[in-house]
């Protein structure tokens, strides 16, 4: 099982950016997608999830600025991050749960808002 993301990279402070995540070796469905992220000296922290019956979760700092758009057909999923401030300057980490419980994780991608 591998999770590619792409889309990452440096917005000025109130742009947009796309992130996205395709999956290969999964012939399984998935329970939950989502993304994570990780700030310099900070944990991993939730950014957002969508199930398999595409309910969302958002954390409140991206609440009405972030969406989280899933192909399940594709094992894809995407981070729609719009209002970008410095704050979330960030590892951005990809994050497939299968129902057997197992977690799979992308490499990561940098998203860096400069003020």
């Known amino acids: 099982v591998q999770l590619v993301e792409s889309g990452g990279g440096l917005v000025q402070a109130g742009g947009s950016l796309k992130l996205s995540c395709a999956a290969s070796?999964?012939?399984?469905?998935?329970?939950?997608m989502g993304w994570y992220r990780q700030a310099p000296g900070k944990q991993r922290e939730l950014v957002a999830t969508i199930t398999d019956g595409y309910r969302t979760n958002y954390a409140d700092p991206v609440k009405g600025r972030f969406t989280i758009p899933r192909d399940s057909a594709r094992n894809k999923v995407d981070l729609q991050m719009n209002s970008l401030k410095p704050e979330d300057t960030a590892v951005y980490y990809c994050?497939?749960?299968?129902?057997?419980?197992?977690?799979?994780w992308g490499q990561g991608t940098q998203v860096t808002v400069s003020s």
């Open positions: 070796g999964i012939y399984f469905k998935i329970r939950t």
């Open positions: 994050n497939f749960l299968s129902y057997g419980s197992t977690n799979y």
